[in-house]
Nanobody, 126 residues
Framework: QVQLVESGGGLVQAGGSLRLSCAAS????????MGWFRQAPGKEREFLSS????????YYADSVKGRFTISRDNAKNTVYLQMNSLKAEDTAIYYC???????????????????WGQGTQVSVSS
């Protein structure tokens, strides 16, 4: 199993930026892809972005294309989510996730990921 710890959340003004980090440890060699999700109060967990560990192929939800960018640093076992032009509706708990599945066309569903971090709060004021 993989242990994931998110960081970088906080309070930011609308229009500002944040970069979230997800540090992975444990059986990271078995991880094929990493992803970011978020969950706002009263809403279901929403897919945001994912990236393959080898090759760095990226996938984005249509709702965040052009604003959010996922990246990775294999040497540090860390995945990032750069969030720009933040809006009040981006307020949510943001979760990092790891997938052991391989050979998929993309990773964009909650069931694709078996390990999850505890989340980091992002609050955007307007």
């Amino acid at each position: 199993q993989v242990q994931l710890v998110e960081s970088g959340g906080g309070l930011v003004q609308a229009g500002g930026s944040l970069r979230l980090s997800c540090a992975a440890s444990g059986r990271i060699f078995s991880t094929y892809a990493m992803g970011w999700f978020r969950q706002a109060p009263g809403k279901e967990r929403e897919f945001l972005s994912s990236i393959t560990w080898s090759g760095g192929r990226t996938y984005y939800a249509d709702s965040v294309k052009g604003r959010f960018t996922i990246s990775r640093d294999n040497a540090k076992n860390t995945v990032y989510l750069q969030m720009n032009s933040l809006k009040a509706e981006d307020t949510a708990i943001y979760y990092c996730a790891a997938s052991n599945l391989w050979g998929r066309s993309r990773w964009d569903r909650r069931s694709d990921f078996g390990s999850w971090g505890q989340g980091t709060q992002v609050s955007v004021s307007s």
